[in-house]
């Protein structure tokens, strides 16, 4: 599962977000409103997840202050949820002093189910009342106002699955809905997106494409977008066709948006991993979006969260911490207009510390400022790595004030920014070796201060990428193009691991051991697509396998070659030989992708004859089970009989679907009882009940699949 890109931050990149009074509960896939200058949080779950059907919530909170600085005082219940088993993935909307809570999911399924509640001087809220039904039952939606008219685009259907259905209704004077009307469909089924209204037109954005929630096999949906469309709405209500807007950065689903005079935000949410990630894209004028940029990232990588924003800050409230479950309660906040945060790139990406050149060109964006407001001779390189520094820009460069590409940074549509240039031997004489980050802080016309740190990476010669994991999911990605996917639980017990992706440095390969490579490629009729990669700490081995991903260069392939047949090959200097992993192949970003089980030397290879992958002995499974079935106070015991393999994935469910537990075990399977077999301890923390498992095993390019279940008793 490939995810797009979340770069390791260090921990002073998540300084501009600041916490505050956190909710009274850990909370996912609720909402959150901002009416009369209180922000309300309604619904959502609480200890539980939407796979197993428990937790969700029957209250409305409301914080009774929202302070100038941005912090919040205490939370008091404003009421009850109006139904009372409670909602969660609902939508709500705010208009004319009252709030409105949509559709959802409880434990009775998806609901379609409509009300609305006045809001009292003292901030509770009246009670709720029901009005015009939603035409479907629906969950994980979107929902937004424009022209006195509310407008619910796609989410999950019962019994249906993922819709692209959009209708609209107006609010009547009493506060009542009106008759429900199908409107433009969407491009494709969607859930899990977000939607937002400006300047007569509709937006939708991210989300997945699936048809359910969770696969078959439990795991969560993929098919997730970063498309984002948007469509006319007419004078009499309805909408015109959906166009494309510029992509987000990422496939996103599950995430938060807010929407300022001047820009969007999106934070957190799923890639396939959770993320923490936050972008912003300018809004023109005319409603128009510009290109996506990154900005500073939550202090925690987050899905399921809500999100709300005055003039002044933006918050961050709740989430989960996996997919979808693990709430938690924080909130982070972070001052838009008063402690303005700046895009920053750099050009060139990669700084060679002893190459000879003139310039780094730096260029400073504002999502809530005008790029001309800031005042050039006060900007300074004042950080580089979080260690103070103070290098001016170069006085023999006159700033300019840009919108849109330049001739030194693409992608740039709609964005306006200051470019300033800084002394090359000056900076190099301030940049560590390997991965650095610099932080740019200035002034603005009006005395504002703003700062902002460069998300692009500049490295040596080498290219050398180096992050500290931080015990998050994820994928790192180096500007020589290799990924690196890191699922949860990877590195237990090593949270600080520094990892590297790099292609690999020739000269220090040993000539014997390069000419054994070639001798194998070419007695194999196999032939190299890409650099060799290094990936490290080399030898590192995982508790779950990693996948990676490396470029390739479609051009190096023999006439004729079909990009499909590419393959991740490992290089085992123990027995010589290229070893051919499972891959797939994404011809459109000419990557291949590979799970691995360690850190070592891999390469992107074509194999000129299929006899090469062809397996050299009979791979099968045999008799599967659990022992001891049932497991009554001691750890049970799964047993594969297995004739070849190279790892067994495991991974246990409750009789809800949640996943439980995963883990695995490498290598080959061993003598058990005059066979081979693999045999794994199933150490998760299971309450009594039955639980379901699927374990894969691998051989070479081939999977095979058991499945069964077996009982606990506490």
Same mark, same amino acid.
């Given at each position: 599962m490939i995810a797009a890109a979340l770069v390791a931050l260090p921990a002073f990149l998540c300084a501009q977000f600041s916490p505050t009074t956190p909710l009274p509960q850990a909370l996912h896939s609720h909402t959150a409103v901002i009416v009369n200058g209180r922000l309300y949080v309604a619904g959502g779950v609480g200890d539980g997840s939407m796979s197993g059907g428990v937790g969700y919530l029957n209250n409305v909170y409301y914080c009774a202050d929202m302070n100038e600085d941005g912090t919040l005082g205490a939370w008091r219940t404003a009421s009850q949820m109006p139904e009372f088993l409670g909602l969660g993935l609902h939508a709500s909307v705010a208009y004319n002093g009252r709030i409105y809570a949509l559709g959802g999911a409880n434990l009775l399924g998806q609901r379609n189910t409509a009300y609305f509640a006045s809001i009292n001087a003292d901030g509770t809220l009246a009670a709720w009342k029901s009005t015009t039904a939603l035409p479907q039952r629906v969950s994980a939606h979107a929902a937004s106002?424009?022209?006195g008219r509310v407008y619910v685009t796609g989410g999950q259907l019962r019994n249906t699955g993922a819709t692209a259905l959009v209708y609209s209704a107006p609010f009547n004077a009493d506060g009542t809905l009106g008759a429900w009307r199908y409107e433009t469909s969407l491009p494709s089924t969607l859930f899990g997106h977000k939607s937002f209204a400006r300047s007569g037109r509709l937006y939708v954005l991210g989300g997945s494409s699936a048809s359910r929630m969770y696969d078959s096999s439990g795991l969560p949906a993929g098919s997730i977008s970063a498309a984002v469309y948007s469509a006319a709405v007419n004078a009499d209500g309805t909408l015109g066709a959906w166009q494309a807007q510029p992509s987000m950065p990422a496939r996103l689903d599950f995430y938060a948006l807010v929407d300022t005079e001047k820009s969007v935000y999106v934070m957190g949410g799923f890639d396939g991993g959770v993320v923490n990630s936050v972008y912003y894209s300018p809004l023109a004028s005319d409603g128009s979006l510009g290109d996506w940029q990154p900005l500073q990232a939550l202090p925690q990588n987050l899905l399921a969260l809500a999100a709300a924003s005055t003039a002044d800050y933006i918050y961050s409230i709740g989430g989960a911490l996996s997919y979808i479950e693990n709430p938690v309660s924080g909130i982070y906040?972070? #001052?838009?207009?008063?402690?303005?945060?700046?895009?920053?790139?750099?050009?060139?990406?990669?700084?060679?510390?002893?190459?000879?050149?003139?310039?780094?060109?730096?260029?400073?964006? $504002?999502?809530?400022?005008?790029?001309?407001?800031?005042?050039?001779?006060?900007?300074?390189?004042?950080?580089?790595?979080?260690?103070?520094?103070?290098?001016?820009?170069?006085?023999?460069?006159?700033?300019?004030?840009?919108?849109?590409?330049?001739?030194?940074?693409?992608?740039?549509?709609?964005?306006?920014?200051?470019?300033?240039?800084?002394?090359?031997?000056?900076?190099?004489?301030?940049i560590p070796e390997g991965d650095f980050s610099v932080t740019l802080s200035g002034r603005l016309s009006d005395g504002r201060v703003f700062r902002g740190e460069s998300m692009n990476r500049a490295l040596t010669s080498k290219k050398l990428y180096t992050a500290v994991t931080e015990a998050r999911a994820g994928v790192r990605e180096s500007p020589s193009g290799a990924k690196v996917n890191i699922p949860k639980g990877a590195f237990k017990g090593?949270?600080?691991?520094?990892?590297?992706?790099?292609?690999?440095?020739?000269?220090?390969?040993?000539?014997?051991?390069?000419?054994? #490579?070639?001798?194998?490629?070419?007695? #194999?009729?196999?032939?190299?697509?890409?650099?060799?990669?290094?990936?490290?700490?080399?030898?590192?081995?995982?508790?779950?396998?990693?996948?990676?991903?490396?470029?390739?260069?479609?051009?190096? $392939?023999?006439?004729?070659?079909?990009?499909?047949?590419?393959?991740?090959?490992?290089?085992?200097?123990?027995?010589?030989?290229?070893?051919?992993?499972?891959?797939?192949?994404s011809a459109s970003s000419k990557l291949v992708s590979a799970d691995v089980s360690h850190f070592s030397t891999y390469q992107v290879v074509y194999e000129a004859s299929a006899q090469a992958s062809s397996p050299s002995a009979v791979f099968s499974l045999g008799e599967a089970y659990v022992f001891p079935n049932p497991a009554a106070g001691v750890t049970p015991k799964l047993h594969i009989t297995a004739t070849a393999g190279d790892r067994m994935s495991v991974k246990v469910y409750s009789v809800s679907g949640r996943q439980a537990w995963e883990g695995s075990v490498y290598g080959a399977p061993s003598a058990a009882g005059g066979t081979t077999a693999y045999e794994l301890e199933l150490k998760g923390n299971f309450p009594s009940g039955v639980y379901y498992y699927s374990a894969e095993v691998v051989s070479g390019e081939r999977k095979l699949k058991k499945a069964g279940k077996f009982a606990v008793v506490r």
């Open positions: 106002v424009y022209n906040f972070s #001052r838009i207009k008063t402690d303005p945060v700046a895009l920053v790139k750099l050009n060139p990406t990669t700084i060679n510390k002893s190459a000879n050149g003139k310039w780094v060109t730096v260029i400073i964006g $504002l999502p809530e400022a005008e790029a001309s407001a800031v005042v050039a001779d006060s900007v300074r390189i004042s950080a580089v790595n979080g260690a103070a520094a103070d290098l001016a820009p170069d006085p023999k460069w006159t700033s300019k004030v840009y919108s849109g590409d330049s001739a030194e940074f693409s992608g740039m549509a709609g964005v306006s920014y200051m470019m300033l240039k800084f002394s090359r031997s000056a900076v190099a004489a301030l090593n949270p600080e691991l520094l990892l590297s992706a790099a292609p690999e440095d020739s000269e220090s390969v040993d000539a014997g051991d390069k000419d054994k #490579r070639s001798k194998d490629m070419k007695d #194999r009729s196999m032939s190299a697509a890409s650099e060799a990669f290094e990936f490290g700490p080399h030898g590192t081995t995982f508790d779950v396998p990693v996948t990676i991903s490396l470029p390739y260069s479609a051009s190096s $392939l023999p006439a004729g070659a079909d990009e499909a047949k590419l393959k991740v090959a490992y290089w085992n200097s123990s027995s010589g030989q290229w070893e051919l992993l499972p891959s797939a192949v």
